[in-house]
T-cell receptor
């Protein structure tokens, strides 16, 4: 079965600092990988996705993630944090075989002024 | 941009009562999903629906749950006899192809008293 592990339930960075949110996945078939962001009392908004092709994917709001098959990782990064980036971030995995996307436990990002 | 819409935004129900949560997926989408998020916890997959039938369901989706697409636009989740532990945020999602990201609604907060 597919699964996702997000290391660190809470990450705190200073404004302007690098953001790194870690995600490792487990899948028996080639995965589709996603990062979603959730602001308080809102639904999930897609940041970026990897299905096939280029392993470095760029998303909205300056975020990017790199699919590393050898490390089964899909870490999310942003060079310079902004106050508006404070939110909950979820990594998710699905595949072309089963329609059951599995989410990680989430990482709450706090940005300090 | 088309959106997934969910109604109501908040539903309060007595334990043991039936509840129906409603979703209108994006009109040309073919795959439909329900997820739940218990307060402070991760997003959990409940069920996926394609071609008028359930394609995948999780261990959470027991006999108390059912889904239906009664017409060409609505996608509903019914909980037959609600329990206190059904209190959660329920998200509907849809997409047109499995390698495309799922679009999420803003959720229905279900409170069981």
């Amino acid at each position: 079965a597919q699964s996702v592990t997000q290391l660190g339930s809470h990450v705190s960075v200073s404004e302007g600092a690098l953001v790194l949110l870690r995600c490792n996945y487990s899948s028996s078939v080639p995965p589709y990988l996603f990062w979603y962001v959730q602001y308080p009392n809102q639904g999930l908004q897609l940041l970026l996705k990897y299905t096939t092709g280029a392993t470095l994917v760029k998303g909205i709001n300056g975020f990017e993630a790199e699919f590393k098959k050898s490390e089964t990782s899909f870490h999310l990064t942003k060079p310079s944090a902004h106050m508006s980036d404070a939110a909950e971030y979820f990594c998710a995995v699905s595949d072309q075989v089963k329609n059951d996307m599995r989410f990680g436990a989430g990482t709450r990002l706090t940005v300090k002024p | 941009e088309p959106e997934v819409t969910q109604t109501p935004s908040h539903q309060v129900t007595q334990m043991g009562q039936e509840v129906i949560l409603r979703c209108v997926p994006i009109s040309n989408h073919l795959y439909f999903y329900w997820y739940r998020q218990i307060l402070g916890q991760k997003v959990e997959f409940l069920v996926s629906f394609y071609n008028n039938e359930i394609s995948e369901k999780s261990e959470i989706f027991d006999d108390q749950f059912s889904v239906e697409r009664p017409d060409g636009s609505n996608f509903t989740l019914k909980i037959r006899s609600t329990k206190l532990e059904d209190s959660a945020m329920y998200f509907c999602a849809s997409h047109r192809e499995v390698d495309q990201p799922q679009h999420f609604g803003d959720g229905t907060r279900l409170s069981i008293l």
